[in-house]
């Protein structure tokens, strides 16, 4: 027999559940402070209800300097267990250039995938680099239909 809970959590330096998202500006804000911080690669995935207000974020997964080992199982499986209605992707470039990877492209495109499949819509995939600078792929049409 398994039982699930969902715990939440505080800690700093991230905005407060609940906390409106209204655009990619607003989402690499939000989570800028945090990742300024890290000498390594951090994929955070954030939880939105159905009218895209943060329900909570979920650490995916902790890299090294230039790469970070993520897998769809790992980004839906709290969106799955907590309701939620779609996900913003955000991670971190420790080298500070925004500019994503064909890595990052890959992910994406797997986690539109995904989502698509588990009725999670994948609504941006934001890469945070230095100097308040990020790239979004939504805000560049780079998040389109698999």
Do not use: W
Request: proline fraction near 5%; hydrophobic fraction near 40%.
């Amino acid at each position: 027999m398994f039982e699930l809970r969902v715990v939440r959590e505080r800690r700093a330096g991230y905005p407060a559940p609940r906390s409106p998202l209204r655009d990619s500006a607003t989402v690499a804000a939000a989570f800028r402070e945090h990742c300024a911080s890290l000498d390594r690669e951090q994929f955070i995935v954030v939880l939105l209800d159905s009218k895209n207000k943060m329900l909570g974020f979920n650490v995916v997964s902790t890299g090294t300097l230039n790469a970070s080992l993520v897998h769809p199982r790992e980004v839906f499986k709290a969106a799955i267990v907590t309701n939620t209605a779609a996900i913003i992707a955000i991670h971190n470039h420790p080298s500070g250039d925004p500019t994503p990877s064909a890595e990052d492209h890959a992910i994406t495109r797997r986690l539109v995938s995904a989502g698509q499949l588990l009725g999670i819509q994948l609504l941006d995939h934001i890469v945070l680099g230095d100097d308040g600078r990020y790239f979004s792929f939504a805000d560049n049409d780079q998040l389109g239909e698999v």
